[in-house]
RNA sequence: CGGGGUGUAGCGCAGUCUGGCUAGCGCACCUGCUUUGGGAGCAGGGGGUCGGAGGUUCGAAUCCUCUCACCCCGACCA
């Protein structure tokens, strides 16, 4: 049992954060609402990007670099756009020792940059479609912050396309999201709920906002990934233009779409325990570690040369640089262990004078804390499988406890009774109207996470029914849920 | 911005009400010895002028005034 660890059930967000300094994932910056990303931290963050970034060049788009200073006037062309940002912007209004004729904002988000430059790189249909991302970070000036969930700067991919017709932006915009589940799920192990944005939750200046959903173990959703479909806002606030095959001037279409380093608070917030973190293994920067056992000199030198053949044959099977041997020899057992339980290491070898003896490491999974004896000639075939084993059980555990955490609800007294006795998602029918929306959530808290897809794996959201406040008609059930 | 709270060693705290020896304790850190298959024990050691400024006093971490910063709850949000 850690004893630098706060218990979930005894203070959720406590937990949260003592897990993060205990894997030494982040820590406080002197600047309020910034966070220093420790290298345990920003390597879990270098794995997202490369599988992130590898899908984005087999869906197409090529990468760029936009600039951080974004003249204000930019921020004001779309109206929704600065409505929704204003009140976030920091804003330099200073520099090289004197006041700037325009203030400069440090982008929150990048449309309006790259609005501009695709007005001057697009001019004819053969220039479309356009499709570009860019790894960044941006600054968004929040009144509550949380380590990675909401700091005032984070990292993120933001990505920017144009297109010649509204379907082909609709398409983009939903095969992005889709690039998003699959990396979640499959890599991550979060399961996902995706849909679309209500007209209150959607993002300052799209004609519709997609997401991914998640789950966490407070029973509170995250919104772990978002896809716009931006329409005409932007080409028209910033004149993205082209000619057509008929010579006629139109607006192109634009998407725009991003994660960010919140992932990795999600990714946290799923999989972890009471001991700390727990990775799933396609995302470990460190899939195993090597823990030589030994008492005397005797020992060492038997124990050693096996320990560097075990690393050989993982090197065979895995990443060797995925491979760690730990080397703290002064150190006692217990106190190594603990070090990379914390740091979410999905499988521990412990090699011992015994293990020698057997011509076997004794293998312990992070997760259920199952021990393996693996002979050394089996080790290249049985700690993938073990790994993939690991990978599967973390996304089921996941996924029964979201599907033990949906709730039917057809009355707003049951709805408020199911949210403060149970939380978690709560899929119930709604009018469509803004009001209502609202109004929920000034008496609840809970806001309309997304209008399910018609793909999303909810079958007992489909059907018609009678919003649970007005009694008016509803399409559909939405799901709802007390969010961060 | 509204409500509540806290600033004393890297971290977590005691001391403040009721001014008074050289400002303590736990963890972490350093050295040595003994230990070592789930967070070791003993011994020794280094480190703070008490958020900042001013004032009262023989004497201030402690009392007074001003000021700064941070945290929690709410509104805002990837």
């Known amino acids: 049992m850690a004893t630098n660890i706060t218990p979930r059930a005894e203070n959720y967000s406590q937990w949260y954060l003592d897990v993060i300094a205990a894997g030494q994932l982040a820590d406080h910056a002197p600047v309020k609402g910034c966070m220093v990303i420790r290298p345990t931290g920003y390597a879990l963050w270098e794995e997202i990007q490369a599988v992130l970034d590898r899908r984005f060049k087999e869906t197409g788009h090529v990468n760029a670099y936009f600039p951080l200073l974004i003249p204000q006037s930019f921020i004001t062309k779309e109206a929704e756009h600065v409505e929704g940002f204003a009140p976030e ?27 501009h430059m695709y007005s001057q790189w697009i001019s004819s249909w053969r220039d479309l479609p356009l499709l570009i991302n860019q790894w960044a970070n941006v600054m968004r000036w929040e009144m509550r912050t949380r380590m990675f969930l909401r700091t005032s700067e984070f990292l993120w991919q933001e990505g920017h396309t144009a297109h010649e017709t509204p379907q082909e932006a609709e398409e983009e915009t939903l095969k992005m999201l889709d690039v998003y589940r699959e990396f979640l799920e499959g890599h991550l192990a979060m399961p996902v709920l995706a849909g679309r944005k209500t007209e209150r939750e959607k993002f300052p200046g799209a004609d519709r906002t997609y997401c991914v959903e998640a789950l ?46 919140r992932l990795i608070g999600g990714l946290l917030m799923t999989h972890s325990d009471d001991d700390g973190l727990v990775l799933p293994p396609r995302i470990a920067p460190v899939k195993a570690v090597i823990i030589p056992l030994f008492k005397n000199d005797e020992e060492k030198a038997l124990v050693l040369p096996f320990a560097e053949q075990v690393k050989t044959a993982l090197g065979g099977c895995l990443d060797p640089l995925k491979v760690r041997m730990d080397t703290r020899y002064d150190q006692r057992p217990a106190e190594r262990y603990f070090h990379w339980i914390q740091q979410g290491v999905p499988l521990r070898l412990e090699v011992g004078p015994r293990d020698v003896a057997g011509g076997q490491v004794c293998a312990v999974r992070r997760d259920t804390r199952a021990k393996a004896m693996i002979g050394l000639d089996d080790l290249g075939r049985e700690i993938p499988a073990l790994l993939e084993q690991m990978q599967a059980d973390l996304y089921a555990k996941a996924l029964a406890f979201r599907q033990a955490n949906t709730h039917l609800v057809d009355t707003y007294e049951e709805f408020k009774q199911v949210l403060t006795e149970k939380g978690g998602y709560i899929l119930a029918h709604w009018n469509g109207s803004e009001e209502v929306e609202a109004r929920i959530k000034e008496e609840t808290k809970a806001t309309i996470r997304l209008v399910p897809l018609e793909n999303t794996p909810l079958p007992q959201a489909a059907g018609p029914g009678r919003c649970m406040v007005t009694g008016e008609p509803s399409p559909g059930r939405v799901v709802f849920a007390l969010a961060y």
């Open 89 to 115: 912007l920091a804003v330099v209004t200073r520099a090289g020792g004197k006041e700037l004729e325009e203030p400069l904002v440090i982008r929150p988000t990048s449309e309006t940059v790259i609005g």
């Open 216 to 261: 966490m173990q407070d029973k509170k959703a995250l919104q772990a990934g978002t896809s716009h479909n931006l329409g005409q806002n932007f080409s028209k606030a910033f004149d993205i233009t082209f000619l057509d095959r008929a010579n006629e001037r139109l607006h192109a279409h634009t998407t725009s779409w991003g994660v960010s380093t």
